[in-house]
């Protein structure tokens, strides 16, 4: 029997109390394994998607499945399995320490000291901040916050790691500080979904990209494609104007 789909999104939309449509009957399928780019403009409703299907924001209609089953009732074993690095890396700090912030999630889980501790040992070491385990987390670095972050989710035990506008206040060390862990969480096998306008700095890593403009789904295939398909509308720039291909637009 085939494997469900990691998220299976279905006539999904969103209105909010002031008479905005974020989503519009968006149906979307999301499978484990590839590292997947949701491209869109400001306002374009992708922000908005991944947050209800997080469960951190209620849709107006449509359904959502996770790994087969419905959102509401597959909330737990979301959120050990996917995590979520916000834009605004700051937002998400609550421990002191790296590893106070990175221990947050196992304790909550209620297990045993030393598996928390060893956890947070492994995780700290594979989102590339061992010896600063000790470091103030909001002294960190704007790109070591983001890999707190991710610290985080690998610390929960979570597969699946989704980035809001993840080069968002950068400057070029912190954009290569985040695309080194990007490179290094593929690499382990771990599902990346990257939510960007930025794609020159990492649709060379990107299996799939997907478009979307005024809360609908206009774009979705392998990235070459769907950059030759692209309108001016959509308001995503192809940044082959300025590389060579796809595989150069990478800043790394």
């Not at 980035?163 to 771990?190: H, Q, T």
């Not at 979904?193 to 020159?200: A, C, D, G, N, V």
Request: include cysteine.
């Amino acid at each position: 029997m085939d494997k469900p789909s990691l998220f299976s999104i279905r006539r999904l939309s969103k209105t909010f109390s002031s008479g905005h449509k974020a989503l519009s009957g968006i149906d979307l399928e999301i499978e484990a394994g590839p590292c997947l780019v949701i491209a869109g403009a400001n306002g374009s409703g992708k922000t908005v998607l991944i947050k209800i299907i997080t469960g951190l924001l209620d849709a107006s209609s449509g359904e959502v499945f996770f790994q087969g089953r419905p959102l509401a009732d597959a909330l737990s074993g979301l959120r050990r399995a996917v995590g979520l690095v916000f834009q605004d890396a700051d937002a998400q700090i609550i421990g002191e320490t790296v590893a106070e912030d990175t221990a947050l999630g196992p304790k909550n889980l209620k297990l045993p000291k030393d598996v928390v501790n060893e956890r947070v040992s492994a995780a700290i070491r594979a989102a590339g901040l061992e010896g600063k385990a000790d470091f103030p987390a909001r002294s960190l670095s704007g790109g070591e916050k983001r890999r707190l972050a991710v610290a985080g989710i690998l610390a929960m035990g979570g597969e699946t790691i989704i980035m809001d506008e993840p080069f968002a206040n950068l400057d070029w060390p912190g954009v290569r500080s985040v695309l080194e862990i990007i490179v290094e969480l593929k690499r382990d096998g771990k599902t990346v979904i990257i939510l960007t306008h930025e794609l020159e700095k990492t649709l060379a890593l990107a299996d799939r990209l997907v478009v979307v403009c005024d809360g609908k789904v206009v774009r979705d295939g392998e990235p070459e494609a769907v950059l030759d398909r692209l309108e001016p509308e959509y308001g995503v720039r192809d940044p082959r104007c300025s590389y060579r291909t796809v595989n150069d637009c990478l800043w790394l």
